[in-house]
């Protein structure tokens, strides 16, 4: 089985299959959806989904980094990075489709 | 923010959908993500981040209660990269 990527093309012939919207319409609450999600992470706030996974944000703190090609010592700042948490179900699903 | 609050959202900028099939819609988002990645797949949503598949190899684990060698078969896990946009909005930066 050869690995494919799926886009938001493919998220939209989904909508468009399951309900009987346009193919531009699916695509525009593709987009809602990523929006939703990206504009309450960007605020901060963590979002819960439900049997898919959790998004949340968390604040690391300052460091001292090193170039690894000069040796150089570079600060690097205090920065907000997000992390998934997937759903026990998404986990089994993703351990049971992928097993040898 | 939990599912019903995003379904009730984007319920509210579409009056002429259905909530029932707004329901649909989002759930039929994420049941596709979950599908690919079953299948081995990734999903790369430019600007959001990428679902994709790791390979934990097998490896001899530990009962930590009783010491106890244990063999962990090999698995795969779901894993999540942000994207680019999305990490430089979390910063104020986009």
Redesign the interface.
Known sequence: ?S??????M??RD??YQ??GLSRNE?AQ??E???E???D???K??????????T?S?REKGPRIGRNPKTGEEVPIHP????T?R?SH???E???????? | ???SE?VQ??AE??PHLYQR?VE???N???????D??????????????AFS?K?RESRIGRNPRTGESVNVD?????F?K?GKL??D???GKA
């Open positions: 089985m690995e494919q990527t799926l886009t938001r493919d998220l989904a909508v399951e309900v699916s609450l593709v809602s959806v990523i939703h999600i990206s309450t992470l960007a901060g706030e963590q979002v819960k989904v439900s049997s898919f996974g998004f944000v920065r907000k990075v997000l998934f997937p179900l998404m986990k699903r993703v351990a049971a489709g992928n097993k040898a | 923010m939990i599912r995003l959202k984007i900028e579409n099939d649909r819609i989002v039929t988002i994420f049941d596709s993500i979950i690919a990645m079953s299948r081995g797949n990734r999903v790369e949503l430019r600007g959001f981040g598949v390979k090999e698995k795969h896990v779901p999540f942000t999305l990490r909005r979390l910063n």
